[in-house]
């Protein structure tokens, strides 16, 4: 896959005059960091976000109980469905069917979506003076997206917010909720795996999941590093906020 980037910079003020979120910009990248930012660091925090209110919840909760020092780097986690139809007038239009112009005017549509919805997430953490970056992951799976960048970027603090009609079923972590599927997953071994509920930190059920022998290391390497290469990752970067 041939590595392009795409930015956009943008100004933004906040209501009372000074300056807030310095720039925003959207670049590609194939499965690693830009070289910025240390994407493995023990202190980091990752945090999954989307359109939910839970998700606010969990980077609350995350802000209010894991930054532990001025180094900590929190990085939000986005996943969006992957790309297959361009709206049309009279329908849709697969990707391989629409022009070049109307798939450049969709993909430009939907990242400028992404970029409102991540404003507020980014606004909360600069006003707390917070090191923020995003990741961004393209797949139809938000699950098994968040496994493998357990796997890939050796994430060892995971926020995960989860609204309440699904937070009364899930404490034996047997349904199919997003965090319900990553705490009965391999990749909780890894990973100190936090449920947010309205604040709230709710206590799951550990998975049990015996790792499968018969692979050899040799093997799960090779799994490794084939997610490694199908991953389409973007990444919006924020300088936190300073005091004049």
């Not at 976000?49 to 180094?71: H, P, Q, Y």
């Amino acid at each position: 896959m041939q590595r392009r980037s795409n930015e956009i910079e943008e100004e933004a003020e906040e209501e009372d005059g000074r300056r807030g979120l310095e720039s925003v910009r959207e670049s590609q990248f194939e499965g690693r960091s830009s070289g910025t930012v240390s994407m493995n660091g023990e202190d980091n925090v990752y945090v999954g976000v989307g359109k939910g209110d839970s998700s606010m919840e969990a980077l609350r909760w995350a802000l209010d109980n894991t930054i532990t020092s001025s180094s900590t780097l929190l990085f939000l986690i986005h996943i969006f469905p992957e790309t297959r139809f361009i709206p049309y007038p009279l329908g849709r239009l697969t990707k391989e069917q629409a022009s070049q112009e109307q798939l450049e005017t969709f993909m430009s549509q939907e990242r400028e979506k992404r970029r409102t919805l991540l404003l507020k997430f980014l606004q909360a953490c600069s006003a707390s003076k917070v090191k923020v970056e995003t990741i961004l992951v393209e797949s139809d799976s938000v699950a098994k997206a968040l496994q493998d960048l357990i796997t890939i970027l050796n994430i060892k603090k995971l926020v995960l917010g989860i609204d309440k009609s699904n937070a009364r079923k899930a404490t034996t972590i047997k349904g199919n909720t997003v965090p319900e599927q990553i705490m009965r997953s391999s990749a909780a071994d890894m990973c100190d795996v936090k449920v947010i509920c309205q604040g709230q930190e709710i206590k799951m059920e550990e998975k049990k999941v015996e790792s499968n022998p018969s692979k050899s290391p040799t093997e799960q390497r090779r799994k490794k590093d084939h997610s490694v290469d199908r991953f389409a990752c973007m990444c919006f970067t924020s300088k936190p906020k300073t005091n004049s």
